[in-house]
């Protein structure tokens, strides 16, 4: 086993560690002593990683003088709102958390956002640990302490930002997610690459078949090191720009919007084509790929960034677009999204690779244009 990567979210006085490794949820007790963490806490899991980690980090607890509790939720969005969070509140209670009890949450972004949300609300606010087993969880959602749930209305529509802890991402959860949550991970990835890394998409486009394959390569002995190492490598560098994003503009003013990159019309497909149909992370692959697109219509980027992309989409089994999706509804999605400013869409584009433009205006008849051509 490789030693685990430390990397800080820097956030003063609030900087926490960002640990990666493989067998790191044996450390999550000896981890949450070091934060100075004490007395009881409730690990909250879903209905799939309760069976598969829950033992080990409530054992880990234990060993390291904790009182653990397990609640265990229902998988899946739906989970994500107000009469789940109540059960959680009612879990906190029942097993007499006060204010210094902590919260562990132990499994994809919909277990994180939540649990950190109880977290941030309890009590006014207590202590969490982020311990991600999703691609997307490790990337993205256990990074920069944004917590929240969801109203009938809408997505996200409550939430507070409340950084955790600690975040203990254990590279070994990866063999066990199905690899159509994986592959929707390696979206948010190659994201990273395109706003912020030109070196590090090479690195992607280098290593393609590798990381394509590496959930099941983590199960095969011959090459479980190598293949926690490259993982170890690619988790890392996402946490890293992420976590330096977040340090510069922590509630969402200016930079981290670059974040938002090929999510403009990523949420368009996900709201029009109904929750659940695309991943999050398949429609912002196909959001991206408009952005990239748009980007070398602008002459921003060259042409050959566009190709670079279908080949990374399609090495990585990813959409290039969105079958049974149509434009206007995609476009009238987009217009009732948040993140829109007086009906005006605006985009975040790159140019050169590596460099994101955030509030870029497209003219209205290339939307459609570009949208048409995704599916040549
Ligand atoms: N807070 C943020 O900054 C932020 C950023 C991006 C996304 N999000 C949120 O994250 C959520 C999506 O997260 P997600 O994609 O992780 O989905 P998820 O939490 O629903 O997990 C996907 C599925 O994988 C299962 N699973 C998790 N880990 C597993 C493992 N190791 N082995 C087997 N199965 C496993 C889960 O039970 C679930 O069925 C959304 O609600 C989104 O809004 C938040
Ligand atoms: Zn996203």
Request: charged residues 20%.
């Amino acid at each position: 086993m490789s030693a685990p990567c430390e990397i800080w979210g820097e956030l003063d006085p609030r900087s926490y560690p960002i640990r990666i490794g493989a067998g790191l949820l044996e450390l999550v007790g000896t981890c949450c002593a070091e934060r100075g963490l004490c007395g009881r806490c409730l690990v909250v899991a879903d209905e799939n990683t309760a069976p598969l980690f829950a033992a080990t980090v409530l054992h880990s607890l234990e060993r390291a003088g904790f009182s653990p509790a397990l609640k265990t939720l229902p998988a899946g969005e739906e989970t994500k709102g107000l009469a789940t969070l109540v059960e959680l509140y009612d879990a906190l209670l029942a097993h007499g958390m006060d204010r210094k009890s902590f919260v562990v949450a132990l499994g994809g972004g919909v277990v994180g956002d939540l649990a950190g949300y109880a977290a941030a609300t309890f009590l006014r606010g207590i202590s969490f640990v982020q311990v991600p087993t999703t691609l997307l969880a490790m990337v993205d959602s256990s990074v920069g302490g944004k917590t929240g749930i969801n109203l009938p209305q809408g997505k996200n529509l409550v939430g507070a930002f409340h950084q955790p802890q600690a975040v203990l991402i254990d590279l070994a959860a990866l063999g066990s997610l199905p690899p159509r949550e994986y592959r929707a991970g390696l979206a948010e990835v190659i994201k990273y690459g395109l706003i912020c890394d030109a070196g590090f998409l090479d690195w992607l486009d280098r290593e393609l078949e590798r990381v394509d394959r590496a959930p099941q390569d983590l199960n095969d002995s011959a090459r479980r090191d190598s293949t926690q190492q490259l993982l170890s490598a690619m988790v890392a560098r996402c946490c890293e720009i992420k976590a330096e994003v977040v340090g510069r503009d922590e509630c969402e003013g200016g930079l981290r919007a670059i974040l938002n990159f090929g999510h403009t019309v990523g949420h368009g497909i996900e709201n029009s084509a109904g929750y659940g149909v695309y991943l999050h992370g398949e429609a912002v692959a196909v959001g991206m790929r408009f952005a990239v697109r748009a980007a070398v219509r602008s002459g921003l980027l060259p042409e050959s960034e566009s190709e670079r992309i279908d080949r990374l989409l399609r090495g990585l089994h990813l959409p290039l677009h969105a079958p049974g999706c149509d434009w206007d509804s995609v476009r009238r999605a987009m217009t009732a999204d948040k993140k829109t400013v007086g009906g005006m869409l605006k985009f975040v584009l790159i140019g050169p690779a590596g460099c994101a433009r955030t509030g870029c205006e497209l003219p209205e008849a290339w939307l459609e244009e570009l949208w048409h051509g995704l599916g040549e």
